[in-house]
């Protein structure tokens, strides 16, 4: 157990629809990062908070939006949602990520299936 | 720019036998390497990491790597392979100028044969 929680665990939905993903990272992180990981793309990095601010983005939907909240747990809001947006999301949580070489902890995952 | 390649899609050993599972990097700076694991249905686990300290890395469950410059690589091994080895490895960069984002390699999966 990684100390990082994500619910929903699965998310069925249809197309045009919108859904919000929730992940609460381990006791003392400031970062938290979200992953997509899909047959055809793999794992690719999405988007980083580091206490609160927006540190990084990667190859991030406009349709996507995420935001860290003061008690540091995170959101990802999807929205618009298409076929291909199915996946499994995964959030990480670090101490750092102003810079640094810091271990990333992943959470189980929250799998999307869009119908 | 930072990129990783798993130069094996599958990899299938017997259990006992070692295993090898192949990783080239690209990047600008001086990065991080590091090797997850990824069982069925569950989330990412670290094995290990290189942060430019000893070049021989020993990870978790008896795996470790190997960094060198000189070839860009970061192959994983483990000497005897375990049936609860069988799973989805993934080798990952990251710099520090990309904000300590990740880049994962395309996977490997490695099944154990009794």
């Known amino acids: 157990d990684s100390g990082v929680t994500q619910t929903p665990k699965h998310l069925i939905t249809a197309t045009g629809q919108r859904v919000t993903l929730r992940c609460s990272p381990r006791s003392g992180d400031l970062s938290v990062y979200w992953y997509q990981q899909s047959l055809d793309q793999g794992l690719q990095f999405l988007i980083q908070?580091?206490?609160?601010?927006?540190?990084a983005k990667g190859n991030i939907l406009e349709r996507f939006s995420a935001q860290q909240f003061p008690d540091l747990h995170s959101e990802l809001n999807l929205s618009s949602l298409e076929l291909g947006d199915s996946a499994l999301y995964f959030c990480a949580s670090s101490v750092g990520g102003a810079g640094g070489f810091y271990e990333q902890y992943f959470g189980p995952g929250t799998r999307l299936t869009v119908t | 720019a930072q990129s990783v390649t798993q130069l094996d899609s599958h990899v299938s050993v017997s259990e006992g036998t070692p295993v090898l599972l192949r990783c080239n990097y690209s990047?600008?700076?001086?990065?991080?390497l590091f090797w997850y694991v990824q069982h069925p249905n569950k989330g990412l686990q670290l094995l290990l990491k290189y942060t430019s300290a000893a070049t021989l890395v020993k990870g978790i469950n008896g795996f470790e790597a190997e960094f060198k410059k000189s070839e860009t690589s970061f192959h994983l091994t483990k000497p005897s392979a375990h049936m609860s080895d069988a799973a989805e490895y993934f080798c990952v960069v990251s710099e520090r100028a990309a904000g300590n984002k990740l880049t994962f390699g395309g996977g490997t999966r490695v099944l154990v044969k009794p």
């Open positions: 908070y580091y206490n609160g601010e927006e540190r």
């Open positions: 990047s600008s700076y001086s990065p991080s």
